[in-house]
């Protein structure tokens, strides 16, 4: 096989895909992704601040029925990127790396972040049902 | 170069000696991140279908513009070495490496001026 050309450790491919690397990776996916929600935020801040008419814009957008879905995929994006980034913040202090414990972390995790993101969708249309 | 992985040829090089600073500030300001958005998520679920003057008076009342203006900073920061790790990881070729940081980090510092310039808007009226 010329030099160039042969497979680097950690040889992921011949992996049977496990929790702990799918988390692994989704935290690397979800942070670029929040760049973008990130961008979102910066675009709906500038049109509050340019007045009422570029900020109807901004809200038709994010409300509508694919804006609304993006901000789903947002919100879950940023819950599991901060329940996934305070399960690093626990590993870096040393703790939590028995291999029950992982996934015990991992799946809470996953659960958490799901629990947030209907939790705060439920308490935003509350609010939003309650009028201006 | 001996023959043999290319680390051979680092050896004795010593380290880039930075490593640790950009690892700290990575996990300081994911701490910094976790009250941040916990008061983040709830005040936008809390504007969502508001009236221009419901947002822009409650994002130019004090407490708030300077909350949001931390939050804004802190994860552009994050977001930052967030990336410049992903792509240190990611894109091996010198050029492409090269370009492709410069290519963040001016999107990451024209949106980052652009956010606080929104902030700033709204708190001084302008």
């Known amino acids: ?132 | 170069m001996s023959p043999g992985a290319p680390t051979g040829g680092a050896g004795g090089s010593g380290s880039a000696k930075e490593g640790a600073g950009h690892w700290w500030a990575q996990r300081l300001t994911a701490i910094a991140l976790v009250p941040l958005t916990i008061w983040f998520v709830p005040s936008m679920a809390m504007l969502a279908g508001k009236s221009h003057g419901a947002v822009v008076a409650w994002l130019g009342a004090p407490l708030n513009a300077i909350l949001m203006a931390l939050l804004l900073a802190v994860t552009f920061y994050h977001v930052w070495l967030g990336l410049e790790s992903i792509i240190e990881d990611y894109v091996h070729t010198e050029r492409r490496h090269v370009a492709t940081l410069i290519a963040m980090k001016i999107a990451v510092a024209v949106l980052a001026l652009a956010a606080l310039f929104a902030v700033a808007r709204i708190a001084f009226g302008g």
Not at chain 1, 24 to 35: E, K, N, P, Q, Y
Not at chain 1, 44 to 66: C, I, K, N, R
């Open chain 1, 1 to 132: 096989m010329p030099k160039g050309k042969r497979p680097l450790s950690p040889h992921l491919q011949v992996y049977r895909p496990q929790l702990t690397m799918i988390l692994s990776i989704f935290h690397r996916i979800t942070g670029v992704a929040l760049f973008a929600g990130l961008a979102l935020l910066v675009y709906w801040l500038l049109a509050a601040g340019a007045g009422p008419g570029p900020f109807a814009v901004a809200q038709g957008l994010l409300g509508s029925w694919l804006g609304m879905v993006v901000l789903l995929g947002f919100s879950f994006a940023l819950f599991y990127h901060l329940c996934n980034g305070v399960r690093h913040l626990v590993w870096d202090a040393g703790w939590g790396f028995e291999l029950p414990q992982v996934y015990a972390s991992g799946w809470a995790v996953v659960v958490v972040s799901i629990l947030l993101t209907g939790a705060a969708w439920a308490f935003g249309l509350t609010v939003m049902g309650g009028g201006s």
